[in-house]
């Protein structure tokens, strides 16, 4: 959900990056300069992340700033849905992450399970379009809107990748802990009720 102090660090920030982008006025360089500065220090007086940590993360940002993009797939087999344990936070998730540039989302998401799960998939359907900040996510620097995308197992078997250490499904009366960064329970949920009825509208906030 949306958190005041992330909501105005992330607006400074995107202002600071615009303004860096498109001014050569070495006074307004330092100015917008100052800003990131500013924002970087509101997330570091909230989250405890090392500053020099959070200035590299401003730092490697250039161009005009929009949302991020991070896709998720929904495969489902028997009534239960594919999840893989992560192991940066040993929790759950749909297997997914970052789109990568000059790949589609259906592309994306073929690669992201393949990599993360071992199984080979089809897109079938565009379910969600979500704004992680109306969702109840942990605060996180950057804006982000979540894609999600139901796909079917067409070959392969469950393996870990280089991030995973898990491959399991689960019902949806059963779930692990969830990275909470990547799903919450509420949009696995509403992955289940696409499940239920193939007829159901895709969301988007």
Not at 18 to 38: K, M, P, Q, W
Not at 76 to 101: A, M, T, Y
Request: some cysteine.
């Amino acid at each position: 959900m949306s958190v005041k102090w992330l909501e105005w660090a992330q607006r400074i920030q995107s202002l600071a990056q615009a303004g860096l982008t498109y001014t050569n006025n070495v006074y307004d360089i330092e100015r917008f300069e100052e800003l990131r500065t500013i924002s970087t220090e509101i997330m570091n007086e909230y989250t405890g992340h090392e500053m020099e940590k959070l200035r590299n993360l401003f730092a490697y940002e250039t161009g005009y700033q929009t949302p991020k993009v991070d896709i998720r797939g929904a495969v489902f087999q028997n009534g239960k849905i594919l999840l893989v344990r992560e192991i940066i936070d040993d929790k759950w998730s749909l297997p997914g992450g970052f789109c990568d540039v000059g790949l589609s989302p259906a592309e994306n998401i073929v690669k992201e399970i393949k990599e993360e799960s071992g199984f080979d998939v089809v897109p079938t359907k565009l379910l969600a379009l979500l704004d992680m900040k109306k969702h109840e996510h942990p605060p996180q620097p950057f804006h982000y809107y979540k894609v999600f995308i139901q796909c079917n197992i067409v070959a392969g078997k469950a393996e870990i990748g280089i991030e995973t250490k898990d491959v399991q499904f689960f019902s949806e009366n059963n779930l692990p802990e969830l990275s909470l960064a990547r799903n919450t329970e509420a949009q696995i949920q509403l992955l289940f009720e696409f499940s239920r009825d193939p007829q159901k509208e895709t969301v988007f906030d």
